[in-house]
């Protein structure tokens, strides 16, 4: 199923009580602070008086977020605001909204395995993926669990004083698990999560590939899911809180997984993919005793179309591969044969002329 995130649920009610423009009379603070704010107004943690009921008058501000026809301001400006986001219980009840969302989850089995640097970069990602839950559903709705004792020490030192979110021991109580895992058997949707639902990332960071496909190892009787583009799971970010916050945009948005993964794609998953891509697809050409990598001008044009590649992405990913050129596909009938070099099929070039070439890289 899909979700209502709070400050869409907020919007709502402040619509219904006929607020538009409430402002905020602090700082923001971090991230996505519309939906922060609506977690801490339902908690009654801040409260929100309209503007005739406020003691003193509310100066102007600036839209600083919108969500559902509600525009959120803050700062000085020149819109006039009709309520007041204050520190303290307000006029406007939000008690009956009710959160329910699906848990996520780290599982943190494999830390022993990983290397120092691996772990502080664990921990990084895991600081980043609670404030992304806090984004798109609430602080309640993430935890770690399977923490080894090593663990707990090292997570305890590097969050002093306080770890920021809950770590368990074991998970029960769940309608369903659903582990994340590149190779799962059957691709993650919507459809299968409701709000009693655990989602479970496994908490590797593998620099050396040496722990490549160890998720399948994690709660084994448990479904596994895969997250792909269109089928292509190499491109789809491996970061702990890039994973999280793909599965949550799409668990809050009208969108299709693809649309999602598409949106959230990193620049660095980007690049991963390229150089993955033209290992595979590159094609050999020996023309003069000179051996050159073309790519396919077809396959050149759907990366650029597919994925938003710029030049940038290309010249990189070049470097990786020694080079390479984008070539018209009239220039295999320009092949006057073929040989094998390093198990690789390469084709004989009888000419080779500026009109076969688009661009080359670098």
């Not at 199923?1 to 907020?10: A, I, T």
């Not at 793909?246 to 009208?254: K, R």
Request: with cysteine.
């Amino acid at each position: 199923m899909k979700f209502k995130s709070p400050k869409v649920l907020v919007s709502e009610k402040l619509i219904s009580e006929g607020i538009h423009r409430p402002k905020l009379l602090f700082n923001p603070g971090r991230g996505d602070f519309f939906n922060r704010l609506a977690y801490r107004l339902v908690k009654g943690e801040y409260g929100v008086f309209r503007a005739d009921e406020f003691d003193e008058p509310i100066r102007p501000g600036k839209v600083v977020s919108e969500c559902c026809g509600v525009e959120l301001l803050a700062f000085k400006g020149d819109v006039e605001p009709d309520a007041a986001v204050v520190r303290r219980p307000g006029s406007i009840d939000f008690s009956k909204i009710e959160f329910r969302y699906p848990d996520f989850a780290v599982d943190m089995s494999f830390f022993n395995k990983l290397l120092p640097s691996e772990r502080k970069s664990l921990m990084v990602q895991l600081e980043i993926a609670y404030g992304t839950i806090k984004d798109f559903f609430t602080p309640e709705n993430f935890f770690v669990f399977n923490l080894p004792p090593k663990g707990k020490t090292f997570m305890e030192e590097f969050f002093s004083p306080r770890v920021p979110f809950p770590v368990k021991v074991e998970i029960s109580g769940y309608s369903q698990v659903i582990v994340l895992d590149p190779n799962g058997e059957e691709e993650f949707t919507h459809e299968e999560v409701d709000e009693n639902t655990l989602i479970v990332v496994g908490g590797i960071v593998d620099s050396s590939q040496r722990l490549k496909g160890s998720t399948r190892e994690l709660l084994p009787s448990f479904k596994h899911r895969r997250i792909t583009y269109k089928g292509i799971v190499s491109v789809v970010p491996d970061r702990i809180n890039e994973i999280v916050k793909i599965v949550a945009d799409y668990l809050t948005s009208p969108d299709d997984l693809y649309t999602a993964v598409r949106r959230n794609l990193t620049r660095d998953s980007k690049l991963r993919f390229l150089r993955e891509f033209l290992e595979e697809n590159l094609v050999r050409f020996l023309y003069r005793g000179e051996l050159l990598r073309g790519l396919p001008e077809s396959k050149f044009r759907w990366l650029k179309e597919e994925f938003g590649l710029t030049d940038f992405f290309f010249r990189k990913a070049a470097k990786h591969v020694s080079g390479f050129f984008i070539f018209r596909e009239s220039l295999f009938g320009k092949v006057k044969g073929e040989t094998v070099k390093r198990k690789k099929r390469v084709f004989i070039l009888e000419e080779l002329s500026d009109e076969d070439v688009v661009t080359k890289y670098p």
